[in-house]
């Protein structure tokens, strides 16, 4: 399971306010300067033949300026949870990009989702869905990639990475299913090789999700709802001394409407004392989070069609996993007359193990094809960066430089297995790698209507892989720098117009840089493949507020990358792949009618095509063209509030030539709920309001069901959306 990666940045204009956990600061806004842009309120590269894949996807499936330092006020309107002492963080800024911006958790919170990941579908042109279960990490697409489980898309909680490198079930791995929504503070949006202190993982995007210091009411809410769905969660913060105490904790429990009962036990929790103000404090986070479940992988539509199974139904039974991540992080920003300093440094300790079946009796006819991918690491990680401002020559500068590194390490596995007992070694590797890389931009005010940003990034990677196939252990290392550059016109009729360029990368699973024979058979040649693929960018965007109310942006962009490398983690083997090219445009809208009443409208299109010529097509698989996503949130501090929402996925290639494709799919959302004086709310959220008949995914490639022909039969796998489910929540704020 795997796609590519990318990166960004913001800048503005002066040094005013930044969190522990910020990534940047501003100059102050020239008169006549655009307001900082808030939302408030709401592949898998495959082989180069255009037969079907003897493997799925995952194996060879066919990509504000910053407030006073003072503590800040949200209230979030669908969880009465309203910002203590919160932190500034990085698009705390007048933004660099059309694509960039900064949404609040209030809209977070205001959407019905049916998982914790689509909390992240808030971001404009971002899909997040899931093919095998609740407690594994979700699929993303965005700009015309299938992200697979979040290569190329770089998640951070916190300050902390989610992201993770040589992982057992697919290179840059982003498991979110830790996330507590109603903690969320901000989630900042940025996306394209653009920006200094993002690297590998941020090519095509980057989303940096903030939690709050604190809770100005404590918060109890119980949630029931269709096919065995339950959730507990309570939070609450005091004073600690000079400081604040937060305290979260949810447990889970979901079956679905699968034949085989997802079985989902979740427990999660976060425990934070913070100190100070945003400029000049500090805050220490530790979170816990376990999960175990069964899954109902993506299956043949040949056996719905022929009956042998239901539409929710599974193949095999004993597919699932556990899951944990247990993280202590720390934050520091101080002040001086020397300019705003800033530290952020944590460590976790996360476990992968899974049970997946995907050919069924393709490779081994008599046990078949189940098979295990396990992945425990621990990760160190800094990332420090200081701002300065300065007036040179009579131009107004902010001048940031920046060290980030990290360190993973990992054990990772993959083993043949029958219903979940093993039957052989594929794999297994003890691997150590790190990165340092060293940043530096600078953003310079000309003019009221002119300013540019330049930025530059070195990144240096480096690992040893200990194989238990002795010719696959060895030594890589890379380097690679990469350039940006910004630029932002106006305002004029308060309409600002930018362009950006950058060079990015993206790395692969070191276990690919230094295979050399194929681990099933411990004989076949393989080559190595690059540590670092290079990506780049350009972007030109307008954002306008013209019509009072209305905030709208426009982005055209180019993505390209020298080859979409892939490891391919369910195989244990490298597989190459060509070069690419992504043409697409973004229009974001965001209408607030009344103050209490807001409607929104993104619209997203990609050109996604291999760019060498090739007889067997140039369509990328699962690469999505046209994505779209609406809808209309209302709701005062008490009384009737509530929230409709669609989100359109488009039909996708499913093989290189485009001759098979995916189905669309269309799906609405709807919540309705009341807030009372007291503090108590009721919600009802009704999930796929219209009971679609369509996919969370799709992929095509071959596998063998018992009684058919030895080489496989290449068909359409799917995993169904869940039907209309419904949810009703019961809140208390005290």
């Known amino acids: 399971m795997r796609r590519t990666a990318w990166r960004i940045f913001p800048a503005a204009a002066s040094i005013a306010a930044l969190a522990p956990v910020a990534e940047a600061q501003t100059l102050p806004p020239a008169p006549g300067q655009l307001p900082p842009v808030t939302v408030t309120s709401p592949d898998q590269a495959p082989p180069k033949h255009a037969r079907p894949s003897r493997r799925p996807h995952h194996i060879a499936a066919s990509g504000r300026r910053p407030a006073a330092p003072q503590p800040s006020q949200s209230t979030a309107a669908t969880s009465g949870i309203t910002s203590g002492s919160a932190t500034v963080s990085a698009s705390d800024l007048q933004p660099t990009a059309a694509s960039a911006l900064q ?97 590998d993982f941020a090519s095509a995007g980057a989303v940096d999700i903030n939690y709050l210091n604190g809770l100005p009411k404590n918060i109890v809410e119980l949630t029931v709802g269709s096919f065995g769905y339950q959730r507990a969660m309570a939070a609450g913060s005091a004073k600690a001394g000079d400081g604040t105490l937060l305290a979260a904790f949810e447990a889970n429990k979901y079956n679905g409407p699968w034949d085989v009962p997802d079985d989902i036990r979740k427990l999660n929790g976060v425990l934070r004392y913070s100190h100070g103000t945003a400029t000049d404090g500090f805050s220490l986070t530790a979170m816990a989070y376990s999960n175990g479940w069964n899954s109902t992988d993506q299956v043949p539509q040949r056996a719905i069609d022929q009956g042998l199974i239901d539409r929710y139904g599974s193949l095999n039974p004993t597919d699932g996993g556990t899951s944990s991540r247990f993280s202590l992080s720390g934050n520091w920003a101080q002040s001086s007359d020397y300019g705003q300093s800033k530290l952020n440094a944590y460590v976790i300790r996360s476990s992968l193990q899974l049970y997946n079946d995907f050919t069924y009796f393709l490779d081994a006819p008599v046990n078949g094809d189940q098979f295990s991918q396990t992945d425990k690491r621990t990760v160190y990680g800094l990332d420090a960066s200081h701002a300065l401002d300065l007036r040179f020559a009579g131009v107004e500068t902010q001048t940031r430089v920046g060290v980030q590194t990290r360190y993973d390490d990992i054990n990772v596995g993959l083993f043949k297995t029958v219903q979940r007992e093993i039957l052989s070694t594929v794999r297994n590797d003890q691997v150590q790698e790190g990165s340092v890389a060293l940043w530096a931009d600078t953003t310079a005010r000309w003019t009221d209507w002119l300013r540019t940003t330049v930025g530059i990034r070195e990144d240096y990677f480096a690992g040893h892989v200990l194989s238990d196939t002795p010719q696959n252990s060895g030594d890589a290392q890379a380097a690679m720098t990469s350039p940006k550059a910004g630029i932002v016109l106006g305002p004029w009729a308060r309409t600002e117009f930018y362009g950006n360029a950058g060079f ?115 369509f990328i698989p699962g690469a999505p063209a046209w994505v779209a996503s609406g809808g209309v949130t209302f709701g005062r501090e008490t009384g009737w509030f509530g929230s409709l929402r669609a989100r359109y996925f488009g039909p996708r290639p499913l093989i290189e030539d485009d001759s098979v494709r995916s189905l669309s799919s269309f799906i609405v959302n709807a919540r309705a709920g009341c807030k009372f004086d007291n503090g108590m709310r009721l919600q009802l959220d009704v999930l796929n309001l219209f009971n679609a008949q369509t996919n969370q995914i799709e992929y095509y490639y071959l596998s063998r069901l018992p009684g058919e022909p030895i080489d496989g039969v290449a068909d359409r796998h799917v995993h169904p959306a869940e039907p209309l489910a419904v949810r009703l929540t019961l809140a208390a704020t005290f």
């Open 103 to 199: 949404i609040s958790g209030d809209e977070v919170n205001a959407r019905p989702v049916s998982r914790v990941g689509e909390v992240l579908e808030a971001v404009p042109g971002l899909i997040v869905t899931q093919h095998s279960g609740e407690g594994k990490a979700n699929q993303y697409f965005l700009r015309g990639f299938n992200l697979d489980h979040g290569t190329d898309l770089a998640i951070t909680v916190d300050g902390m990475p989610v992201n993770m490198p040589t992982h057992g079930h697919g290179q840059g791995y982003a498991d979110i299913n830790f996330l507590i929504p109603e903690l969320i503070r901000s989630m900042d949006v940025r996306k394209g090789p653009y920006y200094a202190d993002k690297g």
């Open 504 to 618: 990015g990368l993206h790395s692969n699973d070191i276990r690919g840089a230094t295979i050399t024979v194929d681990p099933n058979d411990k004989v076949t040649p393989l080559d190595r493949v690059p540590l670092l693929v290079r990506s780049k960018g350009v972007e030109l965007g307008i954002r306008t507020r013209a019509i009072d109310g209305l905030t709208s942006s426009l982005a055209v962009f180019v993505l390209d990358f020298d080859s979409e490398l892939l490891f391919v983690g369910d195989a244990g083997t490298t597989e190459p792949s060509r070069p690419s090219r992504r043409v697409g445009v973004e229009w974001t809208n965001q209408y607030r009618l009344l103050p209490w009443m807001s409607f929104d409208f993104d619209l997203a299109y990609t050109r996604a095509r291999f760019a060498d010529v090739d007889p067997v097509g140039n």
